[in-house]
């Protein structure tokens, strides 16, 4: 049923330069920004405050609209540079195996015993180092969406589900638009309280409380 090659020793020089871009990217990925640059800011510790998520939304609620943009120009970056990075390294395959594990590493960072954030804006970021012009897509509809109906969670919610489509539509590589699509699925499961919000219309309007 298996090849018996890809359980072999012999397979190990294959495989572990697969496993070290999935690390680098993964560790990439869990730089929490938005904990570093409020402590900077002397804002104190960003999961003290608000929701307690270490996203962009939550720096939001510290009324420091710049630092907020900060952290989610650097939580894309980071997803985008690990993608760019894995292409360049070892083409097409490290770079979805990049976006994977960037994603990964901002939602469950080692260094915060894996409670990190929800993942959009790295969504987002590799998106755009798999295909700007899906990227730009993504990134209006997340902006469109948040803006139609002041809620954060529902634009970026809309922005991982379009990334898939996106990609689909620009690229139509199946592989940047499976591993997309498990990026989607993450993204939503990591709302799933907002969700439950939601359901109950108790979700909150950017610019309002937590």
């Not at 755009?128 to 990134?139: E, T």
């Not at 699925?185 to 950017?206: D, T």
């Amino acid at each position: 049923m298996f090849d018996d090659r890809i359980l072999s020793v012999d397979a190990l020089p294959f495989l572990w330069p697969h496993a070290v871009c999935a690390l680098a990217a993964y560790l990439l990925g869990s730089v929490p920004f938005s904990l570093v640059l409020t402590r900077m800011a002397g804002l104190g510790d960003i999961r003290k405050i608000g929701s307690g998520n270490i996203g962009a939304t939550n720096v939001l609620r510290t009324g420091n609209k710049p630092l907020a943009a900060a952290v989610v120009l650097l939580d894309g970056g980071k997803g985008a540079a690990a993608v760019v990075a894995g292409f360049g390294v070892g083409g097409h395959d490290f770079a979805v195996i990049a976006a994977l594990g960037a994603v990964l590493g901002h939602m469950f960072p080692v260094w915060l015993r894996f409670r990190g954030g929800k993942g959009v804006a790295t969504c987002l970021g590799v998106t755009l180092g798999l295909s700007w012009p899906a990227g730009l897509v993504a990134g209006a509809v997340w902006l469109a969406a948040a803006a139609a109906v002041r809620m954060s969670s529902v634009g970026g919610m809309a922005s991982a589900l379009a990334a898939p489509a996106a990609l689909w539509y620009v690229t139509g590589d199946m592989q940047y638009v499976q591993t997309s699509a498990l990026i989607a699925v993450l993204v939503v499961a990591r709302h799933r309280a907002n969700i439950r919000r939601l359901l109950r219309g108790e979700e909150p309007r950017i610019g309002g409380k937590a």
